[in-house]
């Protein structure tokens, strides 16, 4: 089993920052992509960011050049560093992480339990 733990989450006003902070524990052998999602109300769940384990990162074109995306693979950690944010920012924030087990080295997609972030305007 693997658990992914998010931090971070918070209130700010527009213009703001807030960083996102997941890790990921439990039987891991590696992992491949880790990322961020949100969910606004009344809306799908959409990407935010996914940064591969050799350092590739993809991101949403709302976000692309607001949002940073990194991840610290000795730690199963990943990040999302959020500036200039918008009230349109606003949702609940999920990681997502594509581990392969310790047990059978099999493949598995987790979530986390996801944070909330609101930006005021």
């Known amino acids: 089993q693997v658990q992914l733990v998010e931090s971070g989450g ?4 527009a213009g703001g920052s ?13 992992i491949n992509v880790m990322g961020w999602y949100r969910q606004a109300p009344g809306k799908q769940r959409e990407l935010v960011a996914t940064i591969h384990s050799a350092g590739s990162t993809n991101y949403a074109d709302s ?3 607001r949002f940073t995306i ?7 950690t990943v990040y999302l560093q959020m500036n200039s944010l918008k009230p349109e920012d606003t ?16 493949w598995y997609n987790y979530w986390g339990q996801g944070t909330q972030v609101t930006v005021s305007s």
């Open 10 to 13: 918070g209130l700010v006003q």
């Open 18 to 30: 807030l960083r996102l902070s997941c890790a990921a524990s439990g039987s891991i052998f590696s």
């Open 63 to 65: 976000v692309k050049g």
């Open 70 to 76: 990194s991840r610290d693979n000795a730690k199963n």
């Open 91 to 106: 949702a609940v924030y999920y990681c997502n992480a594509y581990v392969k087990m310790t047990v059978g080295l099999t």
